[in-house]
């Protein structure tokens, strides 16, 4: 199979929908699981390994035929130049992940303009192209907590954000497809998930990836894309590196989620490479980037109905009314609907909302 034959969908033998493959390019130690036990100002000392992996991500990617989009922190950029042009001259689309892996809604709408603007210089400047792709730490952009993200993110220069984990990581009932949360601010791309009875089942890689049996995932896969959806699957390099060092006081929660199926990763990512067709995010989703100007149109500028609903009502009235108060507030550009316009446990929502309970 030729890569160059089909640059957004090198696996295009593979019947099905075109999904997005992603990768967040971070260390080891930098992991959220790790905080409170490695401080920042250990990073510099402890061995680095994220390049290494990489390399072999890349390598994985180039035996597949597959580009991929890099979510990668600008902290990785600055000591790993050679690596950033590599993902580049690969055909790759890079992309932010912010600069030093801090959590949105712990950071604060002035920080949080200071990392994206930091991490795109140092990406773009880096890898010599622009970067308008961003993916929040641990998924951290929550319609609750930070209703001003998508804007920010604008005035930044990105085009897009992929930055939001539907079920209760999200804070609240969130679209499973792509919407702008404000007139003003980038497309939200949600991290796939799928409604199961009352449950939101993620369908996206990472942790969960590795603790659910394959033909499982696959299985889910297969149902999202049956449903007419695109998937969007991330890991991290770390993920395929199951002799990275071991950190004495990890409790023990936090050492299975981190190791749990490491050994088996690189040959189930080489399974699913070769299960799907995969492509770059900008490129997967490329309508939706192109098109839609207001919360809750789809591409071709048609009402999505939960979309709407889910966006001014989770956003529009709880989010950037109650909790945008500063001077960094967005405005809300459309009126709110009244409570019961939205109703997220209906089966009529399945496939753009998740009912997923508030976070605690
Ligand atoms: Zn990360």
């Not at 990105?158 to 992929?162: A, F, G, P």
């Not at 702008?180 to 007139?183: G, V």
């Not at 019961?340 to 009529?348: E, H, I, Q, S, V």
């Given at each position: 199979m030729s890569a160059a034959a089909a640059p957004a969908t090198a696996s295009a033998t593979t019947p099905g929908p075109v999904n997005a493959m992603s990768i967040d390019v971070e260390d080891w130690f930098q992991v959220q699981n790790y905080a409170g036990l490695i401080g920042r100002e250990r990073w510099d000392s402890l061995p680095r390994r994220v390049e290494d992996r990489t390399r072999e991500v890349l390598a994985l990617f180039a035996a597949s035929g597959i580009r991929a989009t890099f979510f990668t922190l600008g902290w990785v950029a600055e000591r790993h130049p050679a690596l950033i042009r590599d993902i580049v001259a690969a055909g790759h689309e890079l992309a932010s992940h912010g600069y030093g892996h801090e959590r949105v809604f712990e950071i604060g709408a002035a920080r949080f303009r200071e990392d994206v603007r930091v991490a795109r210089d140092l990406l773009e400047q880096a890898g010599g192209v622009a970067v308008t792709g961003y993916r929040a730490p641990t998924f951290?952009?929550?319609?609750?907590?930070?209703?001003?993200a998508h804007v920010v993110l604008a005035e930044a220069g990105?085009?897009?954000?992929?930055s939001i984990f539907p079920g209760p990581r999200a804070g609240g009932p969130v679209p499973l497809t792509p919407w702008?949360?404000?007139?003003d601010g980038v497309v939200e791309l949600p991290m796939t998930a799928l409604r199961l009875g009352p449950a939101c089942l993620p369908v996206s890689g990472g942790g969960p990836f590795r603790a659910t049996p394959h033909t499982l995932f696959a299985a889910a896969l297969r149902r999202v894309n049956a449903a007419g959806r695109r998937g969007i699957f991330y890991f991290h390099p770390w993920e395929i590196d199951p002799d990275q060092p071991r950190m004495p006081g990890l409790s023990a929660s936090r050492r299975l989620r981190h190791f749990l199926g490491l050994q088996r990763m690189a040959p189930r990512l080489a399974r699913l490479l070769g299960e799907f067709a995969w492509g770059r995010v900008e490129t997967v989703f490329a309508a939706e980037l192109a098109a839609p100007t207001a919360p809750g149109r789809d591409a071709a500028g048609r009402d999505a109905p939960g979309g709407e609903a889910l966006g001014r009502e989770a956003l529009g009235r709880e989010a950037l009314g109650a909790g945008a108060a500063g001077p960094n507030a967005p405005r809300p550009a459309t009126p709110a609907p009244g409570p019961?316009?939205?109703?997220?446990?209906?089966?009529?929502h399945d496939a753009r909302g998740c009912n997923a309970p508030r976070a605690a």
């Open positions: 951290s952009v929550n319609p609750g907590a930070t209703p001003w990105y085009r897009y954000s992929s702008r949360p404000h007139p019961g316009a939205l109703d997220p446990c209906a089966p009529a």
